[in-house]
């Protein structure tokens, strides 16, 4: 179904740095990453709002900001995210908010004629719960969701399709990025709706300040995870953005799994908390293994460079130099 796009006459992404490209969901662990990654390229024109400034759940709001700005480029990395306790308890709020970000902002880009290329970035749990592992792209809707966050997933399907069906209908260059589990600075530590990795650095770290003898995890540790440092991400959307212009969605991952059990005592390492790590067999866990077939995007010429560990002490030392230094 992809195709890379070797025939477009426009200039590339990468030979377009003067053009405004508006990242949406800047302050946002995957938007600042790629906003990042932007400037550091020599991108001269990255536009950005915060939500204050625009809310991209009012639709003549974001036709006004689309009308005014005209970008050449969009990257939709704006959503309302959280783990398996928030997708539970705020199953509207997920799916609400996240269809109205993904309904304005791509029919707004489509609208104001000026857009050239967009990016919509979905998420693995897209997938269905028994899909086969590595999961490939075509196994999306091939069976049922993961219930503990079917609500988020629908809406990042529903956006997947409507790229598609505003790429078939309309000729808007339209892609869908789906990463696996991403991790790294600028992360949600908040403690009831963060995602599993964030949550274990909180966790371990304040388990270490009050010197607690113990940490206790939800589930069995067993599931099999697999994280991508947001900058390898950034990193892809801008491979992306340049190289590939086709219907499909593509898998952006690590390629490499780990148990939750293994995570949690790489963090407990990186964090240095030397008490014990006990496991709350009581709660759930989630899908047991999850790891993304990402051979279509490596086969077009892009590979994650960070390692975890090393991903994990960097991303440490964003919190204590953030999150906790705010606190004091």
């Not at 505003?166 to 949600?188: V, W």
């Not at 005592?265 to 989630?286: A, C, N, R, T």
């Not at 790891?291 to 030392?317: A, F, H, N, R």
Request: net charge neutral; hydrophobic share 40%.
């Amino acid at each position: 179904m992809g195709t890379v796009n070797t025939a477009d006459p426009h200039t590339s992404f990468l030979a377009d740095k003067d053009a405004k490209v508006f990242v949406a969901g800047h302050r946002g662990l995957v938007g600042s990453a790629i906003v990042r990654r932007l400037l550091a390229l020599g991108f001269t024109s990255v536009v950005v709002r915060t939500h204050a400034e625009l809310d991209l759940t009012r639709q003549a709001d974001v036709e006004a900001f689309f009308a005014a700005e005209l970008p050449r480029y969009v990257v939709l990395a704006a959503a309302k995210v959280g783990g398996i306790h928030a997708n539970s308890t705020f199953p509207a709020d997920f799916i609400a908010a996240n269809l109205q970000i993904q309904t304005n902002v791509i029919d707004a880009a489509l609208k104001c004629g000026s857009v050239r290329k967009f990016l919509f970035l979905g998420s693995s749990c897209i997938y269905p719960k028994l899909a086969p592992q590595p999961i490939p792209e075509d196994s999306l809707l091939s069976g049922p969701l993961e219930p503990t966050n079917e609500w988020y997933a629908v809406a990042k399907i529903a956006g997947i399709k409507m790229c598609q069906a505003y790429r078939i209908q309309h000729g808007f260059d339209a892609i869908s990025a789906m990463p696996t589990n991403l991790y790294g600075p600028q992360d949600n530590f908040h403690p009831e709706n963060s995602h599993v990795l964030p949550a274990l650095i909180r966790r371990f770290h304040e388990a270490k300040a009050s010197n607690a003898p113990e940490v206790v995890v939800w589930g069995t540790g067993s599931p099999l995870r697999e994280f991508l440092h947001v900058d390898d991400l950034a990193d892809a959307v801008i491979f992306l953005m340049d190289q590939y212009s086709g219907l499909e969605h593509v898998n952006t991952g690590s390629g490499s799994e780990v148990t939750i059990k293994e995570l949690a005592e790489l963090v407990k390492e990186v964090v240095g908390f030397q008490g014990k790590l006990v496991w709350d067999s009581s709660k759930p866990d989630g899908t047991p293994r999850k790891l993304m077939d990402s051979s279509k995007i490596q086969e077009m010429g892009w590979k994650p460079k960070v390692p975890l560990k090393e991903g994990l002490i960097e991303t440490y030392k964003w919190y204590v130099e953030n999150v906790i230094s705010a606190k004091k």
